[in-house]
T-cell receptor
Framework: GQNIDQPTEMTATEGAIVQINCTYQ??????LFWYQQHAGEAPTFLSY????GLEEKGRFSSFLSRSKGYSYLLLKELQMKDSASYLC?????????FGSGTKLNVKP | GAGVSQSPSNKVTEKGKDVELRCDPI?????LYWYRQRLGQGLEFLIY????????KSGLPSDRFSAERTGESVSTLTIQRTQQEDSAVYLC??????????????FGQGTRLTVV
């Protein structure tokens, strides 16, 4: 089976840094994606990791450790518009398996 | 169109009726996915189409669910004899998998299905 775990909800303050963790146990692995989903909207792509290490894209960074089945998404200089759900997804050849998502609340 | 288009955006149906949901993928995208998202939950894989290959139906929850796709164009997801537990947002996504396995999926806005 496929098992992808994320915290259900997190709260952080505007301007701060927040780290959203994702652990996975899947029967296969090609890569790991992070998506952002605002309430009532479609998920949009944020980042992708296939090798171990950190990938940085502006205020967002994503880290992967394949041996530990672990990833995190790091958001810096939080803005109110970052309030959304963040979905971790494992790519296994022809399918994407999603976690339940982490709802991030950014407070002033 | 520029993005993945789904219709209808909202559908309210009576328990026991059949519904058909439509997805227009991004032109040229060979891969198409259907996902179900219940309120406050993650995305549940339903079915995957890749070009003219046999679809991967391993995520369909029961035989009341079926999907079709003609070539690399429109897909329809049909739910027969709807139940209240089928109430969810049904998301369609497409990706240009002919560029390799690991390209991101582009999602439509979804169809919100409510079974009353």
């Amino acid at each position: 089976g496929q098992n992808i775990d994320q915290p259900t909800e997190m709260t952080a303050t505007e301007g701060a840094i927040v780290q959203i963790n994702c652990t996975y146990q899947t029967s296969g692995f090609n890569g790991l994606f992070w998506y952002q989903q605002h309430a009532g909207e479609a998920p949009t792509f944020l980042s992708y990791n296939v090798l171990d290490g950190l990938e940085e894209k502006g205020r967002f960074s994503s880290f992967l450790s394949r041996s530990k089945g672990y990833s995190y998404l790091l958001l810096k200089e939080l803005q109110m518009k970052d309030s959304a759900s963040y979905l971790c997804a494992v790519s296994n050849f022809n399918k994407f398996y999603f976690g339940s998502g982490t709802k991030l609340n950014v407070k002033p | 169109g520029a993005g993945v288009s789904q219709s209808p955006s909202n559908k309210v149906t009576e328990k026991g009726k059949d519904v058909e949901l439509r997805c227009d993928p991004i032109s040229g995208h060979t891969a198409l996915y259907w996902y179900r998202q219940r309120l406050g939950q993650g995305l549940e894989f339903l079915i995957y189409f890749q070009g003219n290959s046999a679809p991967d139906k391993s995520g369909l929850p029961s035989d009341r669910f079926s999907a079709e796709r003609t070539g690399e164009s429109v897909s329809t997801l049909t739910i027969q004899r709807t139940q209240q537990e089928d109430s969810a947002v049904y998301l369609c996504a497409s990706s240009p998998r002919d560029r390799g396995f690991d390209t991101e999926a582009f999602f439509g806005q979804g169809t919100r299905l409510t079974v009353v």
